[in-house]
């Protein structure tokens, strides 16, 4: 305590230190010019409070920062020194990883066994030149008892090969555990059978291996030379022949005086020719001299960007070609019938190829919206509903639905479709029950294709419209349509205009592609209800979305959940 003081007090250049000032009102980081700046020094003992709380101390006597701030008692207690710091563990304790308490002449744990010589080796060694070594007789014996005596265990002396290298006498007189350190390099070989059997199933055009001097490389003699030889007839495996360039090696200038490590042979090589060659002058032969050389083609230059509607019709197209041909039923043979009676040969809700889902086609009928088919497609089709399966449902149920007449004008079928949009285009009604007659009265139902099957009923805000207008409308949207050019004209500024001026009506094989682009998203009837209205489709009724609701495995397997 008073040498912890002495050196507080005392500085050998500018003498005394004054204390700390004794007001409370100073906070512990702040420092006045009476107080030492914080200089960090390892070792040096902080109090006995800053030191519980692991606090920056300033180490000032009588009172530190802390202390002086907090109105408390700073006391410092000295740390004690590390008595063994610097002292290693016996070669015993060291070897097994035992806590030595370094008690000289012997430790604690070599106390316990009577048998055990406790000796202390230095961790730090000089290096030993391989190329020393001494007699026997040269080397001093070792006392066996005292530490005195032992004092010398301490400096590395020549011993014999075998002790030289090892950590003590312990060790050396326990081989079995194995001698620890790094060993010098005599002690390694100079040759490696790492690789001698590494091809064991080839030829080796250079022989076996040959032993490896020690100390030097010298060049070997040259191959002798091979006579010539018939060819070989046989079916047997052909003889290998040695490669020109295998044997040429640099010429090596050796030292005998300094060791070095003898290079490795080559990796072995094997060659397989019928004929092994006779002139200087050698030409291979091609691997596969039976078969004539392939001419090169290049390959096809890349396809240029296409959009993806055009990809996605180039697929289906594709995929309608490769189905076998059949003979086509005329439109106006097609009998009023459920859909799934009218359904064609080949399955087409399902692409095997692209896992996709590909909406109903008809060479006579108006396909879909663009967006409406992008969006099909892209739906996974474990998430919705077979389309055979709900047509069945939806069949079941209009025929076994109340009011037949009602039912009439719900999913029109193919044929009566035809002789709708037929009736519309030439100007008369003819086969049409009185059922049908009045739903295209009451919704001023009108032809939207000329080419095509399309019903179009107009929306509310074209309905009082006057009649020229709504007729320049629907021939902008029948030019879009048959994919006519767009002619301008007073009601008409754009082609979006004739499109959001009418609903489609669709024919009942469109009704699954339509519920499935409406119901992509799994919510309820309603709302599949109102996409199906936002996309300008109409004549989806609330039967329709909820038998597709209920059937939709995805919503089925959340409603369990």
């Not at 100079?190 to 490389?217: F, K, M, N, R």
């Not at 109903?360 to 739906?379: D, N, T």
């Not at 149920?397 to 002789?419: L, Q, R, S, W």
């Amino acid at each position: 305590m008073a040498d912890i003081s002495a050196r507080a007090h005392a500085s050998p250049d500018h003498g005394p230190r004054p204390l700390a000032p004794t007001a409370s009102n100073i906070a512990p980081n702040t420092y006045s010019e009476s107080q030492s700046q914080w200089k960090g020094r390892r070792g040096k003992p902080r109090c006995d409070h800053c030191r519980a709380h692991n606090l920056k101390c300033d180490r000032l006597l009588p009172t530190c920062n802390h202390c002086n701030w907090a109105q408390r008692q700073c006391r410092y207690t000295p740390l004690p020194t590390p008595a063994h710091r610097g002292i290693p563990r016996c070669d015993r304790c060291r070897f097994h990883n035992l806590k030595c308490d370094r008690t000289l002449p012997v430790c604690n744990n070599c106390k316990q066994d009577p048998e055990a010589d406790c000796n202390y080796t230095p961790k730090k060694r000089h290096k030993i030149p391989t190329d020393h070594i001494l007699s026997p007789s040269a080397v001093a014996p070792v006392p066996a008892n005292g530490y005195a005596a032992r004092g010398a265990s301490f400096v590395v002396s020549d011993g014999t090969p075998g002790e030289r290298y090892s950590t003590g006498t312990w060790i050396a007189e326990h081989p079995t555990g194995g001698p620890k350190g790094k060993l010098p390099a005599g002690m390694y070989e100079l040759s490696s059978d790492s690789s001698d059997d590494e091809y064991p199933d080839v030829i080796e055009l250079d022989g076996p291996p040959q032993p490896v001097a020690s100390t030097s490389y010298v060049q070997p003699p040259p191959p002798p030379a091979i006579p010539q030889q018939a060819p070989v007839t046989s079916p047997q495996r052909p003889r290998p022949y040695p490669h020109p360039d295998l044997h040429a090696r640099p010429h090596l200038v050796a030292h005998q005086d300094v060791p070095m490590r003898a290079p490795q042979p080559h990796r072995p090589l094997t060659v397989h020719r019928e004929h092994p060659p006779h002139t200087q002058q050698y030409h291979p032969q091609a691997p596969y001299p039976h078969l004539p050389e392939a001419p090169y083609v290049p390959p096809p230059p890349p396809d240029p960007w296409l959009p993806k509607w055009d990809v996605i019709r180039e697929r289906h197209e594709q995929s309608k070609s490769t189905s076998p041909p059949r003979q086509k039923t005329p439109v106006w043979a097609i009998p009023a019938q459920p859909p799934a009676q009218i359904r064609p040969a080949t399955k087409t809700s399902r692409n095997k190829q692209t896992d996709q889902l590909n909406p109903w086609y008809h060479a006579h009928f108006a396909p879909l919206p663009r967006h409406v088919l992008a969006g099909i497609r892209s739906v996974n089709p474990l998430d919705m509903p077979k389309r055979q399966e709900f047509d069945d449902v939806f069949t079941e149920f209009t025929f076994d639905y109340k009011y037949k007449e009602d039912m009439e004008v719900v999913g029109f079928a193919p044929g009566i479709y035809t002789m709708m949009a037929q009736g519309l285009r030439e100007g008369h009604r003819n086969g049409l029950s009185h059922r049908l007659v009045q739903y295209m009265d009451q919704h001023h139902v009108q032809s939207g294709s000329n080419k095509y099957h399309l019903l179009l009923v107009p929306r509310e805000d074209v309905w009082t419209a006057p009649p020229e207008k709504q007729e320049a409308l629907r021939r902008a949207f029948c030019a879009d349509i048959d994919h006519e050019t767009f002619v301008h004209s007073e009601f008409v500024k754009s082609p979006h205009d004739a499109a959001a001026a009418f609903y489609r009506v669709p024919v009942s094989a469109q009704i699954f592609d339509i519920l499935v682009f409406a119901h992509k998203r799994h919510q309820n009837a309603i709302t599949t209800l109102n996409e199906a209205r936002n996309t300008g489709i109409t004549g989806i009724t609330w039967a329709m979305a909820e038998i597709f609701c209920r059937m939709c495995p995805k919503c089925a397997a959340k409603n369990k959940s």
